[in-house]
């Protein structure tokens, strides 16, 4: 069996690197985090141009989840910033309950966000049908148009000016804003039941898997690079055996990384049974291997990794968000034993 994309995903992953290369380098990015906006308007603009927020949409690319995944990937290659998987997955809730509002995410015109949280309870429906509560810190709250609401049980929408706009607060991750989304009776439309908020997870899981896998796959690049040209006593530091084994264990981990990832997107893509396994597998697979490879990242460049003029930081510090969206590693252990724990009590096949 082939595991490798086809030469038309290949040409997309190729225009995608291209754009971002030229659009969404350190440079920009960090002139993005100076000027203080939400978002890079030109980077979102040109995404817009080449249908990027429609990936899996028919106003857009029209493509499927592995073409999101590889679009994804990149932008965590390149910390680009800019809120493509906050509409992506607002845009996939949408169109699944058939939500007008999901051409608009899908050409552009709006901006989506997901609302989500692992605390039972964190946001409840009232008696009226409106939400209270307040959720975890949303990515692109402050500038989106449309937020879906995540719950265990349901998955809800609603236009943020109806709800009330948050403010930005202050991050670690400078390349995306956060906000706080207080909910006090705000007016919602139900998506979707347990089966729709199941599948909004699965899409989670998996797009913020492939921006982690971007984002270690450069940073193993950048130390190996560093590795080489690092002299100390005479000779590259990646002559040393401790440096040598830090880049062999991170090999490893982006490995591991991208055929979970992969998997569950394919899995999405083809309406696999098994796409919820696949999912918090790639989650909790890819949070606790992006740590690994961060941690080891800032060992092979020593002290200069750990300031801000060098550009591991911007990694690390993404990376370090996108670990604990949509379920950290240990809640997708629970989910994914859960999942398996109903195979084993119908007698089914675990493998």
Do not use: N
């Not at 493509?84 to 015109?109: Q, V």
């Not at 810190?137 to 049980?153: G, N, S």
């Not at 490879?293 to 990694?315: P, R």
């Amino acid at each position: 069996m082939d595991f490798e994309l086809s030469d038309d995903q290949v040409a997309l992953q190729e225009a995608a690197r291209d754009l971002l290369d030229g659009l969404s380098g350190p440079a920009q990015v960090r002139a993005h985090m100076a000027s203080g906006q939400s978002w890079d308007r030109a980077l979102w603009a040109a995404m817009i141009a080449q249908g990027w927020p429609g990936v899996t949409h028919p106003e857009g690319l029209g493509l499927g989840w592995v073409e999101a995944a590889v679009l994804l990937e990149e932008v965590g290659r390149h910390t680009a910033p800019a809120p493509f998987l906050p509409t992506l997955l607002a845009l996939e809730a949408l169109a699944k309950a058939g939500d007008g509002r999901a051409s608009s995410l899908a050409t552009g015109e709006r901006v989506g966000c997901v609302a989500w949280s692992r605390r039972p309870g964190a946001v409840a429906e009232e008696d009226d049908g409106t939400l209270s509560g307040r959720p975890d810190p949303v990515v692109a709250a402050d500038a989106a148009d449309v937020v879906v609401i995540w719950t265990p049980d349901a998955v809800y929408a609603a236009d943020i000016d109806e709800i009330g706009r948050p403010a930005p607060e202050p991050a670690m991750d400078g390349t995306r804003s956060l906000a706080w989304l207080h909910l006090d009776h705000a007016p919602v439309v139900r998506l979707g039941g347990a089966e729709a908020a199941a599948a909004l997870l699965d899409r989670a899981a998996v797009g913020a898997s492939a921006e982690m896998l971007g984002g270690a796959a450069r940073v193993l690049e950048m130390s190996a690079q560093y590795a080489k040209d690092r002299v100390q006593f005479g000779q590259p530091i990646g002559s040393f055996q401790a440096v040598k084994h830090r880049c062999a264990d991170m090999v490893v981990d982006v490995e591991g990384m991208r055929s979970t990832a992969w998997w569950a997107a394919w899995a999405i893509a083809a309406g696999d049974p098994d796409t919820s396994v696949a999912a918090s597998t790639a989650k909790t697979w890819c949070s606790d291997a992006a740590r690994r490879v961060m941690a080891s990242g800032l060992q092979v460049h020593g002290g200069i990794g750990f300031t801000w003029e060098h550009d591991l930081h911007l990694y690390l510090k993404r990376s370090q968000l996108d670990q604990v969206s949509y379920g950290a590693a240990d809640y997708h252990r629970d989910r994914l034993a859960g999942l398996l724990r109903e195979r084993v009590d119908a007698g089914a096949d675990v493998i």
